[in-house]
């Protein structure tokens, strides 16, 4: 696993600015003032910063931009950042200020002047999301001489901000472990390994159990179990206790697709882009990020997080289109398209999660449909919900994280679509409303009096191009989302 950037809180020696190696920060506001930090840069830059701020270059930059000046006189670093920031900021535009300035230093060295501003440990928050890189197999390292600097933040207050940042980076750290494992293909991230490597998540404190075949099969998990059959890797359930909150307070349930690569089984994908199936566990790796985040930052709250680990291969021994299963709620499936697997996986751990924990809530995370993307692209995921209270919190609490989350309808006649000749349901309702069928179709797993959110992060779980906290590839979305929804519904404080 990649390991966390170290970023530390000092107290404010404005003497270790012209010696500083890497790059240094400091921070004026819209209209031009400097804090003590800039003036010194000034001053040791012989006014270089005043000329910036008089050019037409600073009148045209925006709040949260950074202005590199390369090399300056009189100092021992390679850039002077210039970050562009009002005293007074969100959360949210503290956090993306500080990825802007991670995303510059690369691995160098970095020294934050912070003065006294006030969302300091969120700015610390965003460069620790996005000193990120997934590097495991990239033997020619892109600079020869790369050796990981350490993040400085100069504060007034350094204390009181390594406090805040301290569940800061634990959440951080959760988004990391979500991305590792999303952007690991699927040749290293084999069923087992997914499990070893929650396995090893003991260490922190969290009670986790792997369920293999003998087991899932005596429980009569068998549309999870028909998924994986085509595999020579064994599919297997994972189930991970964090028991933060009172004794007896019914837990939040986490369930997550774990499909390590969708070949689409005997329903066969076409060749092109069928490499990007290795992200099909993206639901898993969500939930594994988010019991990592709440375990390291000691939530005090009862959460359980299960996924279903399995591999959609076609062979002489996988599921045909036309078999009928049997889930282990009792319903039976007639499999129309091999390929619509997820839902498969997931009907059986979302029945079982229900059946042993009684959950107070339950939330599924999945890279369900591509319709999904058709829908709603890479901005946002799709939410759907039998409770409006619940599903507004968790909205509210994706707002306030900046990751999109878009409701979606739910309604019998998309269910009607799922009916089927022979058995009690089909597992696909054909192309209109895709990702709502899918939905109904998870929803008759659903008890009645289960508070049930499903998000459809196909779209989101991993792009092409960078966002504001993550390179190309593996987003992490929904950790931040899911851990505040966690702290806002239930923490007791
Ligand atoms: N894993 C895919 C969905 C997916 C597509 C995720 C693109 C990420 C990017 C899922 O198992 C799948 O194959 N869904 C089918 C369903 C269809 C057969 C009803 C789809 O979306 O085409
Ligand atoms: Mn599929
Ligand atoms: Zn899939």
Redesign the pocket.
């Known amino acids: 696993m990649s390991s966390p950037t170290p970023i530390r809180f000092i107290s404010t020696e404005l003497e270790d600015m012209a010696s500083a190696t890497g790059r240094v920060a400091v921070i004026v506001t819209p209209e031009g003032k400097m804090d003590p930090a800039a003036r010194r840069a000034n001053r040791l830059t012989k006014g270089a910063l005043k000329r910036l701020l008089d050019s037409p270059r600073f009148a045209k930059a925006k709040t949260g931009q950074v202005i590199s000046l390369g090399w300056p006189a009189g100092m021992v670093a390679e850039a002077l950042d210039v970050l562009v920031l009002p005293r007074r900021t969100s959360d949210i535009e503290a956090r993306k200020a500080g990825a802007t300035l991670a995303k510059l230093r690369g691995d160098k060295a970095l020294l934050v002047m912070s003065g006294n501003m006030t969302r300091a440990a969120d700015l610390a928050m965003g460069i620790a999301l996005r000193s990120y890189d997934f590097d495991a197999h990239k033997t020619v390292k892109e600079d020869a001489a790369k050796e990981t600097g350490e993040v400085l933040i100069a504060h007034s207050r350094p204390e009181e901000m390594e406090t805040g940042l301290v569940p800061r980076r634990a959440v951080a750290e959760g988004v990391h472990m979500t991305r590792d494992l999303v952007n690991e293909p699927a040749n290293v991230l084999t069923t087992t390994n997914f499990a070893d490597r929650l396995k090893e998540m003991e260490a922190l404190g969290l009670d986790v159990e792997v369920l293999d075949e003998a087991a899932l099969e005596k429980l009569g998990m068998r549309t999870l179990l028909s998924v994986g059959q085509g595999s020579d890797s064994p599919s297997k359930v994972v189930v991970m206790q964090w028991k933060g909150g009172d004794k007896d307070a019914a837990p939040l349930a986490l369930v997550g697709k774990g ?1 390590v690569f ?1 070949t ?1 089984g005997i ?1 066969l ?1 076409p060749a092109g882009g069928m490499e ?2 290795t ?2 566990m ?1 639901g898993a790796a969500v939930v594994a990020g988010t019991m990592r985040a709440l375990a390291l930052r000691k939530a005090k709250a009862n959460v359980v997080g299960l996924v279903g680990l399995v591999e ?1 291969m076609p062979s002489g021994r996988a599921t045909r289109p036309g078999d009928v299963v049997k889930s282990m709620k009792g319903d039976t499936v007639e499999i129309i ?1 091999t ?4 839902r498969l996986v997931l009907c059986d751990v979302m029945w079982y999660a229900q059946d042993r924990f009684a959950p107070a809530g339950m939330v599924d995370l999945a ?5 999904i ?1 058709i829908g709603l692209g890479h901005e946002n995921a799709g939410v759907f919900s039998n409770e409006d209270s619940f599903c507004n919190a968790f909205l509210k609490a994706a707002g306030a994280e900046g990751e999109g989350a878009w409701r979606m309808p739910l309604g019998k006649a998309y269910d009607d679509m799922l009916k089927s000749r022979i058995a009690d349901m089909k ?3 054909g ?1 209109p409303a ?1 990702s709502v069928t ?1 939905a109904q179709f998870l929803q008759r797993f659903v008890k009645d009096g289960t508070p049930w959110i499903h998000l459809d992060i ?2 989101v ?1 991993s792009v092409k191009s960078e966002t504001d906290y993550a390179p190309k590839g593996a987003t992490g979305w929904g950790v931040m989302a899911l851990d505040r929804l966690v702290r806002d519904r239930f923490e007791a404080e």
């Open positions: 499909v969708d689409g329903s994908k990007d199936m992200m099909d993206g959609n398209n390929d619509a697997e997820g890279t369900l449909t591509g319709a993307i597992n696909v309702g192309r895709g899918a196909a779209g779980a």
